[in-house]
């Protein structure tokens, strides 16, 4: 059974930064899509960012492109998201997935880890 696990949320002023990290056990990373999600309270889950299980390919939210940074570390079993110049509007609970293909649906993945609160404050 595959288990996500995020951390690197926070607290942190406008215009800051933040990395996220997500953990896989269970599974080996290698043939799976990552997705980033981020759901902030009364509104839906949406697509922040994913990188493709073959060869690299990126993409982003318009939202947050040129801001955040997928990776991922296949050998570690590990996806990371660099949050930078952050805004009050990022402030979500931030997931991770994982999915047959790199898409910003959340329908497309299956598993998910519990999410990693960041919140943009002054």
């Known amino acids: 059974q595959v288990q996500l696990v995020e951390s690197g949320g926070g607290l942190v002023q406008p215009g800051g930064s933040l990395r996220l990290s997500c953990a896989a056990s269970?599974?080996?990373?290698?043939?799976?899509?990552i997705g980033w999600f981020r759901q902030a309270p009364g509104k839906e889950r949406e697509g922040v960012s994913c990188i493709s299980s073959s060869d690299g390919s990126t993409y982003y939210a318009d939202s947050v492109k040129g801001r955040f940074t997928i990776s991922r570390e296949n050998a570690k079993s590990a996806a990371y998201l660099q949050l930078n110049s952050l805004k009050p509007e990022d402030t979500a609970l931030y997931y991770c997935?994982?999915?047959?293909?790199?898409?910003?649906?959340?329908?497309?993945?299956?598993?998910w880890g519990q999410g990693t609160q960041v919140t943009v404050s002054s």
């Open positions: 269970g599974s080996t990373l290698d043939y799976y899509a």
């Open positions: 997935a994982l999915g047959s293909k790199p898409t910003m649906n959340v329908e497309d993945y299956a598993y």
